[in-house]
């Protein structure tokens, strides 16, 4: 799909005839990191491990010359996308629904233009600068806010967010074996998210801005697929099952913690239950308090002298 070449630029990242597999400088050698895709064309394959390589496998790329199919931990296809050459477009689909487009990605000699076809979400575009050293996204089009930057260095992409004093929120560190990519948190030396280990391809083929926006769409992960990837993990360490899988309720530290008027030691509800208490006598006397208060008169029963203090 990727044709890199010292004209890249010129002619963008998508190759017109060849296909990536003509390209011998950023193929590899391994042809066990080769598979059978669809309609009989060879695909490469990008596994996706949480943390280091070797652990727990997230998810598996399919990656050929026609796009790239994403396949979640249980080996079904989750995302789609397809690389229209003649249009320089990436589009990701509905899996369900293959002829559905979800969004796309419009490369021009200044960057790439990305829509997404769904009520109040803007366009977004991605423009380099610097010669290429640069990337930067900017939320509602040409002219809106900047709210990232993506800066190429020597041993990867740094990505920093618009306003958070040139903080970097994560790196792309492109490991000196060109088999492996590690996310990394926080910078250069942060938390491992997770590592992208290429079989039958290099990763220096992704370094270059247009290839790297490719590989930005199609790896990229959503808050819902955290959470769900969270659970899973909370349900491998836990040995439980998924069927009917509820996480603990949260408790306040400000919650009250001891015992209530006539509330029984042991509660009969569920410890999911996140419902408030209802005590239909809380608003009434407790048992010996009228006794304490004084008999309640009106007020014209009072007389002029008892109101002053003063006896008759």
Known sequence: MIKVTSSCKKNGPFPRKETISANKNNVGTQQHGLVEGLNGMTEYVITE??????????????????????????????R??????????????????????????????????????????????YRYEGGGSEILMREGGDYGAVSKTFTFEGKGISETAFGCNGEIERVFVFEPDNETVTERTGGWYGDIRRSLVFEGITTPVFLEPEAFLQFLMFTERSAAEDEEDARREILGETGGSSRGFKPPAPRSRYAFTGKRPDQSPVSSRDSHDTSIDIFP??????????????????????SFAERSGRKQ
Do not use: M, W
């Not at 943390?51 to 989750?78: D, M």
């Open 281 to 302: 006598d809380g608003d009434n006397d407790h048992p010996g308090e009228k006794e304490k208060k004084p008999p309640v008169r009106r007020s014209s029963d009072i």
């Open 80 to 125: 789609l996308y397809r690389f229209d050459t003649a249009a320089d477009i990436i589009t990701e689909n509905d899996p369900a629904r293959p002829d559905k487009v979800l969004r796309r990605l419009v490369f021009d000699r200044q960057g790439a233009l990305e829509e997404t076809f769904s009520f109040g979400q803007p366009p977004r575009t």
């Open 49 to 78: 491990f949480a943390g280091a390589p070797g652990g727990r496998v997230r998810r598996t790329y399919r990656y050929g010359s026609g796009g790239v199919r994403v396949l979640n931990a249980k080996h079904i296809v989750s």
